[in-house]
């Protein structure tokens, strides 16, 4: 069973905050705005209610606050300068720091007001690429570290997918202005990383395209049907972290031969592992892409 994490290292604390270990001893030293607790070997650690303070503290400080400032304010002065600016100015310019405290937090509430000020500033496409992209970055980075739980991770990215089905259901309803090509989504055999594919499902809906969502951990042989429903098919699938490196070439192998070998069929690839494949690709109709952006602006 996976237990929600509520004691971190100051490594943690670094890797959450953005905010340098020495920093933070600085401040802690100084002006006294963290009170650490101690091992039996004096090595120092911190509860759950230190790193929401943290977190607040560098929210206030990016919106101009000096940390000599901070340090004077008492506990309900404290909340509610931090308050009012994730609730009042922090869409624009600090809503990864706002959503960050909302997972740690388990604030659903939190990150509803803070996504609904965004939207109302942004296109749900300009949130997705300036907020919901680069947060998901730092959460991976933040799970691989054992800086987050598993709870955590899961917490943020059910919400983000809700408002992701939330806006492909509104261009689902839209009938396909293409239809030179059909898009068949789907992730390979035990990949479960599901919000990238989901969001290019959104895109090429949203380019008039009709898409077919198959989701995560499909078989190629799976795909075999589809193969003879349809005369062109542009299959698209994000590689996080199956196939792993060293079945990926094979994969990449069967999955010409059985879905795109003698037919107009193409594959376009994403993800962290596709890069174990890029140089070795020797197949025309394969494409590989770096990122969303990459593959929407240069091939939609």
């Known amino acids: 069973m ?3 994490k509520n004691v971190f290292s100051i490594k943690d604390l670094e890797n959450l905050s953005g905010i340098k270990a020495h920093t933070i001893r600085i401040w802690e030293k100084r002006y006294n705005v963290l009170e650490p607790m101690r091992s039996e070997t004096n090595i120092r650690y911190y509860d759950i209610k230190s790193l929401q303070k943290l977190l607040s503290i560098v929210l206030l400080h990016n919106y101009g ?3 000599s400032k901070i340090s004077t304010l008492n506990s309900i002065e404290f909340n509610q300068l931090a308050n009012d600016i994730i609730s009042e100015k922090s869409a624009k310019n600090h809503a990864i720091s706002t959503f960050k405290i909302a997972m740690m937090n388990f604030d659903q509430t939190l990150f509803f007001n803070t996504y609904n000020k965004l939207l109302s500033e942004k296109t749900f496409k300009e949130v997705f690429y300036s907020v919901f992209i680069p947060l998901m970055q730092e959460l991976g980075y933040l799970w691989q570290t054992d800086t987050i739980s598993p709870a955590h991770e899961h917490f943020i990215t059910y919400l983000i997918k809700q408002k992701l089905l939330i806006n492909t259901e509104k261009v689902q309803t839209l009938t396909p202005t293409k239809d030179d090509r059909v898009f068949v989504l789907f992730l390979p055999s035990n990949e479960i990383h599901e919000l990238g594919i ?3 499902n959104y895109e090429i809906l949203l380019n008039g395209y009709q898409t077919i969502y198959l989701g995560e951990s499909i078989p ?5 049907d589809l ?3 349809f005369e062109k098919i542009t299959f ?3 590689f996080t972290v199956e196939p792993n490196q060293e ?3 094979d994969y990449i192998d069967e999955l010409y031969n059985k879905l795109l070998k003698n037919t107009d069929n193409e594959m376009l690839i994403l993800g962290r592992m596709a890069s174990h494949i890029s140089e070795k690709n020797k197949y025309q109709n394969i494409h590989i892409y770096n990122s969303i952006e990459e593959l929407t602006s240069t091939y939609l």
């Not at 190629?220 to 075999?224: D, H, K, R, T, V």
């Open 236 to 238: 698209v699938s994000y």
């Open 198 to 200: 989901m969001y290019l």
């Open 220 to 224: 190629i042989e799976s795909l075999l």
């Open 65 to 67: 606050y000096k940390i």
């Open 2 to 4: 996976n237990n929600v």
């Open 247 to 249: 079945i990926i070439v």
């Open 227 to 229: 193969k003879s429903a």
